[in-house]
Nanobody
Framework: VQLQASGGGLVQAGGSLRLSCAASGKGFSPNVMGWYRQAPGAERELVASISGGTPNYSDSVKGRFTISRDNDKNAVYLQMNSLKVEDTAVYYC????????WGQGTLVTVSS
């Protein structure tokens, strides 16, 4: 199983980015998919997850970020709007099926 994340980059505060993560692996159909992030010097924190079509968000991104999933493509997306400087971090996608699988990180940098 492999998770491939993409979509990070540099954006000004108030801007938007869309992260994508595609999972590959024969018969792989995870129960949960989502995103963590890790800012410099900070611990990795859960940003958003989606399970059975139900999204969950951390308080810090609620109302600004939207997580969605395409089951046909085995992909998860994170639409990030109204970005803040404090959203700067490496974002990691993950998927859970009996265990947690991680994608490589994608860097999001929000400038003031």
């Amino acid at each position: 199983v492999q998770l491939q994340a993409s979509g990070g980059g540099l954006v000004q505060a108030g801007g938007s980015l869309r992260l994508s993560c595609a999972a590959s692996g024969k018969g792989f159909s995870p129960n949960v998919m989502g995103w963590y992030r890790q800012a410099p010097g900070a611990e990795r924190e859960l940003v958003a997850s989606i399970s059975g079509g139900t999204p969950n968000y951390s308080d810090s991104v609620k109302g600004r970020f939207t997580i969605s999933r395409d089951n046909d493509k085995n992909a998860v997306y994170l639409q990030m709007n109204s970005l803040k400087v404090e959203d700067t971090a490496v974002y990691y996608c993950y998927a859970i099926l009996f265990r947690k699988y991680w994608g490589q990180g994608t860097l999001v940098t929000v400038s003031s």
